[in-house]
């Protein structure tokens, strides 16, 4: 397990294999490598969506089905994705929240709108990550993100 230290209130992982693996998995991402995604979540996977006030729960194959959607609309267009990280939480020892936000940039021209992704990450018996759940919010105001606080 890893050791922590705190410092000024915020977790300190002191090894890196959190920060290795979220780098890779945007990378995976900004790239939609579907192939390359897949690996990185766990079979158990769960999730929640909210788009236009709608809720839709669902888990690891539609969560697929969503990405290769994503990925080719994204690769047929020539678009690029726009990922921030808003925030990093460990939550356990094991577990690590990572809230991102995510658009799309259409002929040069972010849209107007994100999604806003809460995706937690467990620490798998080899020492590598998955995530497993995430809590994701649809169109949200660009300008939103900028207001986001945290106490």
């Not at 995604?37 to 969503?66: H, N, P, Q, W």
């Not at 995510?102 to 020492?127: C, R």
């Not at 990550?129 to 993100?145: A, D, M, Q």
């Amino acid at each position: 397990m890893n050791k922590r230290s705190i410092l000024g209130g915020f977790f300190i992982l002191e090894n890196n294999s959190f920060r290795q693996f979220l780098d890779s998995y945007l990378y995976v991402w900004r790239n939609s490598s579907l192939t390359e995604l897949e690996s990185m979540i766990s079979k158990d996977y769960k999730a929640r969506e909210i788009s236009a006030g709608e809720l839709v729960d669902f888990g690891y194959k539609e969560s697929i089905t969503g990405w290769e959607q994503g990925f080719n609309f994204a690769k047929e267009e020539g678009n690029k994705w726009d990922l921030n990280e808003v925030s990093i939480i460990p939550l356990r020892e094991d577990e690590i929240m990572a809230i991102l936000s995510a658009t799309l940039v259409i002929d040069g021209k972010k849209l107007d709108n994100v999604s806003l992704f809460f995706q937690t990450f467990k620490k798998q018996e080899k020492n590598d990550w998955k995530l497993i759940r995430s809590y994701i919010e649809t169109g949200v105001p660009n300008e939103n993100i900028n207001k986001i606080q945290f106490k």
